[in-house]
Each structure stands twice: as C-alpha cells, then as structure tokens.
C-alpha cells in the first residue's frame, strides 16, 4: 500500500505564489508517474500537471509557463512550484501516483487565491 502526504496548500492573493509538496510512503517498488490534479466546487478534477520517472512532464494549458512540477526519485517526492497565483486556480490540489499500474490519491490540499 502507498500513502501521500501532501502539504504546501493554503491562502494567496493574486499574483502570488505556492508551492505544494507529495511525498509517497509505503510500500513503493516503482512510481512511473507522478501527478497533480484539482477540482474546484461544482467541476470536474483535472489534470494540473504530470512528471515521468525519465523527467518528462506535462501540462494543463491553463498552467503552462507559470507552475512547474518536478520529483525527486530518491525520495519519491513530488513538487509544484505555482507561480502568477489567479483566481480561477483556486481548488483542492491532489497528489496522484502510479505504481505498477495501481493508482494513488492524496487526501486533497486546498488552494485558495484572492483577487
């Protein structure tokens, strides 16, 4: 079984910046993607962005040149750096891992940006 543990999610104005952090425990034999989704009220989760293990990775458009998302192998750890905060990004962010074909969900980190 694999947990996440997600943090970094919280309240910023507009323009601002976050960073959301997914570490994976458990018994982890090999992650191929590491991912972050939202949904925010009343929509359906969406794909924010997606890294492999080889480092490719891939974006919503509505994100694409402000959020990175990067991952550390050896700690089977997942970042997002979001940069130009806007309002519409506000939702619950949740950490997605694929192991071996099997799925994992975070328990979900609020987003919330002010204009």
């Known amino acids: 079984q694999v947990q996440l543990v997600e943090s970094g999610g919280g309240l910023v104005q507009a323009g601002g910046s976050l960073r959301l952090s997914c570490a994976a425990t458990?018994?982890?034999?090999?992650?191929?993607?590491m991912a972050w989704y939202r949904q925010a009220p009343g929509k359906q989760r969406e794909l924010v962005a997606a890294?492999?293990?080889?480092?490719?990775?891939n974006y919503a458009d509505s994100v694409k040149g402000r959020f990175t998302i990067s991952r550390d192998n050896a700690k089977n750890t997942v970042l997002m750096q979001m940069n130009s905060l806007k309002p519409e990004d506000t939702a619950v962010y949740y950490c997605?891992?694929?192991?071996?074909?099997?799925?994992?969900w975070g328990q979900g980190t609020q987003v919330t940006v002010s204009s």
């Open positions: 997605y891992v694929l192991s071996r074909g099997s799925p994992y």
């Open positions: 458990g018994s982890i034999f090999s992650i191929n993607v």
């Open positions: 890294i492999t293990g080889g480092g490719s990775t």
